[in-house]
């Protein structure tokens, strides 16, 4: 394929983005003095910073271009990942959760399960998330370079390294300051590029009744083929939908994920930290509206011979990925191409800078600090959290030229993440709610959750196992249920969590009453928590219902 | 150590680089009015260049004189 011409005109925009990444850096890092503003960002900003961080963060790469292939997949039942599988957990995050987040002042994920269970509980979380960060992070400079090298020509090596170095730059430079504010601009940038790409797509196929003219209506419902595997392209239930997809996995992702709840901890107070995930859902039922717009938009051009539209085709496997990269080929112009190149660069370095001021975060408060040097100072801590930036970027460039050796790794991304995610917030929500849930209890639910979801994966790809042991209402080709398999392995992740947790708690001792105050819900002073009265439009609970109307209106619409 | 005590408000970098991208793009537009591009993208005639590269403009403009004095005390 001849690699896309880039004007002189398209290399400025570029040339702006990237200098203003960098000056960005250097101007944030005379206010970076302590270890609470690198990790937290000081914990000084509004909501509207920390809310759009928060979703610049989820904008990634693999999210924005990875789900509009999956949107050409799996049609609108892709849209299912903006709307069972985001938004209840987001609001679930703004209006119950974030008090406890918030007002504990711990400062990390494992932070958390330190306080609520115990050293191990935090080491063993704090440990999986880190090399998760590093594969997610790899993987996503491999994808990188993989389209930059596709469609602009670009040398593989020059591809990784130019990001990294970038994102090395400016993240070491003032941490998670420096990483939301750019996030910010990228966030911007990103929209930018995308938003008119389902303007011109719907105009090129002639209005959203092409949609109708084009497509089966596994295609283009969200629920109404839900009933039977064998009738939509996801070869999924309502039951494995919401359960796998609506409960184990997007709870897992937005409430315990540190990756985007780290951006909420610098909220300068518990509103606007209530607010960022709240102000995050509705940019994300947009970003559903236009990735899965644009994804199906690339459907109804396949169907059309006519419209002399093919996906990227490798060694005999289609390339869903192409697609945004492709119809950016397709309609932009000298100048608009600048910008949606920018605009996918933005997306790279958002996800990875996320990535790396999480796992910086991570590292040096829950294994550098409780494991590795007690006595820490301050100082200390920030210097270790920028080696860590540093370090964390090299293992990423070494993982994304390992995926580049072996593709097929980056197949199980997804598989790999719900492993992790679904334990840690079936213990965290149950010892959030639930004071009867031991320090034992939570570790062990934790550890046999995790081991449960790792077995039932390798024995599914070694055929120890069939698909139908995972998949309770299992239909179909086995070859096409990756989906449903994680979403079910997530489930059954979640179940053995926490009834191990259950379990092992009959048997344990628990803490005290005065160590679990603050932590728990039953347990919390009221006059902690409690918020400085605001008129009823501005509160959480306002704008949570606002979004839950729209997102339920949204599901009538496309039943 | 650096003492400087007011920070920048964010929109106003949100501000300059929408304006100074959306000119870019503008110019780009206009120039492929008088010297038309050779690549083949569909709806060129739309000159979507053009008229997003104006609406980038005005977003960066709106946040330029939105946040032009505005600080945050650090």
Redesign the interface.
């Known amino acids: 394929m001849a690699p896309i ?1 880039l ?1 002189i ?2 290399w ?2 570029m040339l ?2 990237f200098g ?1 990444v960098v000056w ?1 850096g250097f ?2 890092k ?2 970076t ?1 302590t270890d609470e503003d690198f990790f937290l960002a ?1 914990r ?1 900003n509004s909501m509207w ?1 920390c809310g759009i961080a928060f979703m610049s963060a989820n904008m990634g790469s693999m999210e924005v271009i990875g789900y509009a292939g999956q949107s050409v997949k799996y049609g609108l039942y892709a849209a299912h990942f903006y709307l069972i599988g985001a938004v209840p957990a987001m609001l679930f995050l703004g209006v119950f959760m974030m008090p406890f987040y918030y007002h504990s002042k711990i400062k990390s994920i494992p932070g958390y399960l330190k306080a609520r269970f115990n050293e191990s509980t935090r080491v063993f979380n704090a440990g999986m998330f880190v090399v998760n960060m590093i594969l997610v992070s790899g993987i996503a400079l491999y994808l990188q370079a993989l389209i930059f090298h596709t469609f602009l020509g670009w040398n593989w090596d020059l591809s990784i390294w130019l990001s990294a170095v970038f994102v090395a730059l400016y993240v070491t430079l003032s941490g998670l300051l420096s990483a939301m ?1 750019t996030e ?2 990228q966030f ?2 990103i929209w ?1 590029g995308i938003l ?1 790409l389902p303007i ?1 797509g719907l ?2 196929i002639g209005g959203p009744a092409a949609f109708a003219a084009h497509l089966t209506e596994g295609f283009r419902t969200l629920w109404s083929t839900s009933g039977s595997p064998d009738s939509n392209p996801m070869y999924i239930t309502w039951g494995g939908l919401v359960l796998g997809l609506g409960f184990a996995i997007a709870f897992g992702y937005w409430t315990t994920d540190f990756l985007i709840i780290q951006r909420a901890f610098s909220a300068k107070d518990l509103r606007s930290a209530r607010m960022t995930p709240i102000i995050g859902s509705y940019f994300k039922l947009l970003l559903g509206a236009v990735v899965v717009g644009t994804g199906m938009i690339a459907l109804v051009l396949l169907k059309e011979p006519s419209s002399g539209f093919k996906l990227l085709v490798e060694n005999g496997k289609t390339n869903y990925d192409s697609v945004l990269p492709l119809l950016i080929r ?7 191409m ?2 949606g190149v ?1 605009s996918m660069v933005a997306m790279f370095m958002a996800g990875m800078a996320g990535n790396m001021s999480s796992f910086n975060a991570v590292w040096t408060y829950d294994i550098y600090h409780p494991v590795i040097n007690k006595n820490a100072t301050p100082q200390k801590l920030l210097h270790v959290g920028r080696a860590a930036t540093i370090a964390g970027i090299i293992l990423s460039i070494a993982a994304a030229y390992i995926a580049r050796s072996m593709p097929s790794v980056i197949d199980y991304l997804q598989a790999i993440s719900s492993m992790f995610l679904a334990p840690s917030v079936a213990i965290i929500i149950l010892g959030m709610f639930w004071k009867f849930i031991t320090p034992k209890g939570g570790l062990w639910g934790m550890l046999i959750g995790t081991l449960a979801a790792v077995l039932l994966f390798v024995a599914q790809e070694v055929k120890i196992i069939s698909v139908s042991f995972v998949i309770p209402d299992f239909s179909g080709p086995g070859s096409q249920t990756f989906m449903a398999a994680n979403f079910w392995r997530a489930v059954w992740a979640w179940l053995i969590s926490s009834g191990t947790a259950v379990i092992v708690s009959f048997f344990t001792k628990n803490k005290s009453d005065d160590e679990l105050r603050g932590y728990v819900r039953s347990l919390v002073d009221k006059n902690k928590v409690e918020e400085p009265k605001v008129a009823l439009y501005k509160t959480p609970e306002f704008w949570g219902a606002v979004t839950f109307i729209i997102f339920i209106i949204i599901n009538i619409i496309l039943w | ?2 003492t ?1 005590k007011k ?2 408000n ?1 929109w106003f ?2 501000g ?3 304006l ?2 959306g000119l ?6 206009v ?2 009015l008088y010297f038309p ?1 050779d ?1 083949d ?4 005639n ?4 053009i008229w ?2 104006v609406i ?1 403009i005005i ?1 960066g403009i709106v946040y330029l004189i939105k946040n032009w004095n505005k600080h ?1 005390d ?1």
Not at chain 1, 330 to 336: E, P, V
Not at chain 2, 46 to 49: K, R
């Open positions: 011409h004007s005109f398209d400025l925009i702006i983005y203003f960005m101007y944030l005379k206010f003095r000081g000084r910073v504010f910010i601009l911007f940038l930018a008119i011109l105009t090129d397709r309609y932009f112009n000298t100048g608009l600048g910008v920018t | 150590m650096q400087e920070m920048r964010i970098f949100v300059w680089i929408l100074l991208i870019v793009e503008l110019s780009a537009g120039y492929n591009s690549a993208i569909k709806l060129i739309l000159h979507a260049n997003w590269g980038i977003a945050i650090v």
